[in-house]
């Protein structure tokens, strides 16, 4: 009896083609679970959590009465909900809270220029400095907030019970826990 007929069976049981085809699949689900990648989750196992401090920029938040809105809740000690990038991280300690003052840039006849107060401010619209601190995740590619990277530039919503807002991120402070 030969090794290999002339059907392409070996031992005239086994199709050639089909063993290989078995070997394939099991060399792919060794693969899967043996060696998995780099790739995987952004929270890796070794990874450590530290204290970290975000600054947003607010621009233009309409409100009728910003002291109304610090006294329901968005104050300093208080907590808001922090969405970013459509995913919910949940709540987030509010450090401090700074109104910024409406200024526009007014030439002056010696050619320099003066920042001064806005004389037609719009009341309606408020500009703040919020600083929010939380604990991230450090990984090689910087901090992770919840499954979201923080990083310059960003947007952060942040919700409460009578607001609902937009800031950027404006610089992300990483603390030591020394």
């Known amino acids: 009896m030969a090794i290999l007929d002339s059907k392409g069976r070996l031992f005239g049981k086994f199709n050639v083609l089909d063993i290989g085809a078995g070997l394939v699949i099991l060399l792919v689900i ?23 401090e975000v600054d947003l920029i607010v621009r233009g938040l309409n409100v009728r009465d ?20 459509n995913q919910p991280h949940g709540k987030i300690d509010i450090k401090s809270i700074q109104t910024l003052p409406r200024t526009v840039l007014v030439p002056q006849p010696d050619g320099t220029v003066k920042e001064l107060p806005d004389p037609k401010s719009n009341s309606f619209s408020t500009d703040m400095l919020l600083t929010l601190e939380g604990k991230a995740q450090i990984t090689e590619n910087g901090p992770v907030l ?33």
Do not use: C, H, W
Not at 30 to 52: D, H, L, N
């Open 30 to 52: 060794f693969g899967i679970f043996f060696f998995p990648g780099s790739t995987g989750s952004i929270a890796q196992v070794g990874t450590k959590t530290v204290p970290i």
């Open 66 to 85: 910003p002291e109304q809105l610090y006294s329901q809740g968005f104050k300093k000690g208080g907590k808001t909900n922090v969405i970013i990038r």
């Open 146 to 178: 919840g499954n979201s990277k923080v990083k310059i530039g960003m947007p952060f919503e942040l919700e409460g019970f009578n607001y609902n807002f937009n800031a950027s991120v404006i610089d992300v402070r990483i603390k030591d826990k020394s």
